[in-house]
């Protein structure tokens, strides 16, 4: 499968699910019982908003994890589970060990589908604030 075709289907499957998380806000706020238009456009706003801003965080977190910050969380964290589980207590490796393992597998890529499909439903709540206010 080509690069621009897994790609796609990333967006796709990025889209499905942001388009599931939308149509919950849209019926848990009631979007077809919302008698006004402002109210449907508030609504709708609210809907791509949500999984607008889960998208590109996610996609930020994975940006931040790459430079390393989450490493020291994670030692202690296999430190503690290694303790907690009887017979897995081992000689532990260093800290210093432990960076360079991770290190050598290198940061995580492929992730861009995140920040492109979270733009599009930005774009989309932008939308509907503005239609939002140019009605209010």
Sequence with gaps: MKSWQKNL???GITAAIG???????LNLH??????????KYRILADAFTI?????????LLVVIA???LFEGLSYVMSYAVKMLIPGMHKEQERFG?????KREKGPVTGFGFLFITGAVFMGAAIL???LFYSIY
């Design 9 to 11: 289907v990333k967006c």
């Design 19 to 25: 388009g599931v998380m939308a149509w919950s806000v």
């Design 30 to 39: 009631g979007f077809a019982s919302a008698s006004s238009q402002v109210e």
């Design 51 to 59: 999984p607008g801003v889960l998208m590109l965080m996610i996609g």
């Design 66 to 68: 790459n430079e390393g």
């Design 97 to 101: 060990d432990y960076v360079e393992r």
């Design 128 to 130: 509907f604030i503005i």
